[in-house]
Nanobody, 123 residues
Framework: QVQLAESGGDSVQAGGSLRLSCVGSTRTSSDYCMAWFRQAPGKGREAVAAIDFDGTATYAESIEGRFTIAKGPTKNTIELQMKSLKPEDTAMYYC?????????????????WGQGTQVTVSS
């Protein structure tokens, strides 16, 4: 069983930046496909970005190049650098992981989820 813990969520003004971190209980960033999802109030959960064990990244079109997913400083962490934040980026951000073949943004493929970290962007 893999446990994931997110951190870094905060309240910022539009145009600001945040960096989210996800720490896994095992060597998650080197052995698993890991991803960030988000869920805004009253909306369904949507994919943000995914990163494979070899560092290959995939992004949702809605991110428009403003976010960067990367492996963290240790083998059990990933990060999400968010820039040019917009009010519509306000959401609970979740870290997720799976060990199946391939690494994409399909939510149903992810077996392990963190509790989330809140990002609020004000205009």
């Amino acid at each position: 069983q893999v446990q994931l813990a997110e951190s870094g969520g905060d309240s910022v003004q539009a145009g600001g930046s945040l960096r989210l971190s996800c720490v896994g209980s095992t060597r998650t960033s080197s052995d698993y496909c890991m991803a960030w999802f988000r869920q805004a109030p009253g909306k369904g959960r949507e994919a943000v970005a995914a990163i494979d064990f070899d560092g290959t990244a995939t992004y949702a079109e809605s991110i428009e190049g403003r976010f960067t997913i990367a492996k963290g400083p240790t083998k059990n962490t990933i990060e999400l650098q968010m820039k040019s934040l917009k009010p519509e980026d306000t959401a609970m951000y979740y870290c997720a992981a799976h060990s199946h073949w391939g690494c994409d943004l399909g939510e149903t493929r992810y077996d392990y989820w963190g509790q989330g970290t809140q990002v609020t962007v004000s205009s």
